[in-house]
């Protein structure tokens, strides 16, 4: 069974500070990987897409991967109280289908 | 431009009631999804559309049925609900150009549905 694994949390960072959100994978064949931020009570919201080894940066937000490691992970630089979220990590394992980390939760005080 | 749209956004069912949850796009999406969401377990794909005529299966099909009413509409039955199918249900789209690794999903508000 092809997993996505995350470190539940919560994850506490001050106000500021570089939040590191990790994600590993089971499945050696995924190409595409994916953050989505959930505010409580709110649906999944798409962050970043990372498809090659390396960095990608976007604004505040850099996704990470290492394909060799099966390693993603999401920094976010000067984090503010408005990140707090659960994000959540997705790996592409089918012809459209995403397979769901259970997500880390951030907690980002003042 | 609506996005994914779902309806209703909370409903209570008594055990063995049936109900239909609908779900509708207006990106000209090709693939559309179901998935619940319980605390601790995360997002579970039920079924997905990846086209207009097609269903599949996913991680947690028991106890559902979808029918793909048009490109637009995907809708998700329960046929005699179970306090277990107590969850918040998320419908997503996505363009799903063929196999392409950059197709994203867009997720709907959610609809939060309890079984008693």
């Known amino acids: 069974q092809k997993e996505v694994e995350q470190n539940s949390g919560p994850l506490s960072v001050p106000e500021g500070a570089i939040a590191s959100l990790n994600c590993t994978y089971s499945d050696r064949v995924s190409q595409s990987f994916f953050w989505y931020r959930q505010y409580s009570g709110k649906s999944p919201e798409l962050i970043m897409s990372i498809y090659s080894n390396g960095d990608k940066e976007d604004g505040r937000f850099t996704a990470q991967l290492n394909k060799a490691s099966q390693y993603v992970s999401l920094l976010i630089r000067d984090s503010q109280p408005s990140d707090s979220a659960t994000y959540l990590c997705?790996?592409?394992?089918?012809?459209?289908?995403?397979?769901f980390g259970k997500g880390t939760m951030l907690l980002v005080s003042p | 431009n609506a996005g994914v749209t779902q309806t209703p956004k909370f409903q209570v069912l008594k055990t063995g009631q049936s109900m239909t949850l609908q779900c509708a796009q207006d990106?000209?999406?090709?693939?559309m999804y179901w998935y619940r969401q319980d605390p601790g377990m995360g997002l579970r794909l039920i079924y997905y559309s990846a086209s207009e005529g097609t269903t599949d299966k996913g991680e947690v099909p028991n106890g559902y049925n979808v029918s793909r009413l048009n490109k637009r509409e995907f809708s998700l039955r329960l046929e005699s609900a179970a306090p277990s199918q107590t969850s918040v249900y998320f419908c997503?789209?996505?363009?799903?150009?063929?196999?392409?690794?950059?197709?994203?999903?867009?997720f709907g508000p959610g609809t939060r549905l309890t079984v008693l």
């Open positions: 997705a790996v592409r394992t089918g012809y459209s289908t995403l397979t």
């Open positions: 997503a789209s996505s363009e799903a150009a063929g196999t392409s690794k950059t197709d994203t999903q867009y």
């Open positions: 990106m000209n999406h090709n693939s």
